[in-house]
Nanobody
Framework: QVQLVESGGGLVQPGGSLRLSCAAS????????MGWYRQDPGKERELVAD???????NYADSVKGRFTISRDGAKNTVYLQMNSLKPEDTAVYYC?????????????????WGQGTQVTVSS
């Protein structure tokens, strides 16, 4: 079994900062890409940022220059530092990781999701 546990969400004023963390645990052979998605009620889940096992990053245009994704391979953890937050960043943020649970699996791994953490940006 694999679990992704997120933390760090909350309420923050516009212009403020939050740091999200997501730790993967369980029967893990290797982790490929890790990332963060977000979803507003009534909208589709969208990619915020992701990071490959080699450290290459990818950001949604709406967060470039404000958010930074990073990962700690030794801890199987991915982080999202969110600065200059705006009300439109309000959403439930979900962690995603593509994980191989044994060496015979395809190199890309299978997607696993965290339970989501609420981020609310409001004055």
């Amino acid at each position: 079994q694999v679990q992704l546990v997120e933390s760090g969400g909350g309420l923050v004023q516009p212009g403020g900062s939050l740091r999200l963390s997501c730790a993967a645990s369980g029967s893990i052979f290797s982790i490929n890409t890790m990332g963060w998605y977000r979803q507003d009620p009534g909208k589709e889940r969208e990619l915020v940022a992701d990071i490959s096992s080699g450290g290459s990053t990818n950001y949604a245009d709406s967060v470039k220059g404000r958010f930074t994704i990073s990962r700690d391979g030794a801890k199987n953890t991915v982080y999202l530092q969110m600065n200059s937050l705006k009300p439109e960043d309000t959403a439930v943020y979900y962690c995603n990781a593509k994980i191989r649970t044994h060496k015979l699996m395809p190199a890309t791994g299978l997607p696993y999701w965290g339970q989501g953490t609420q981020v609310t940006v409001s004055s």
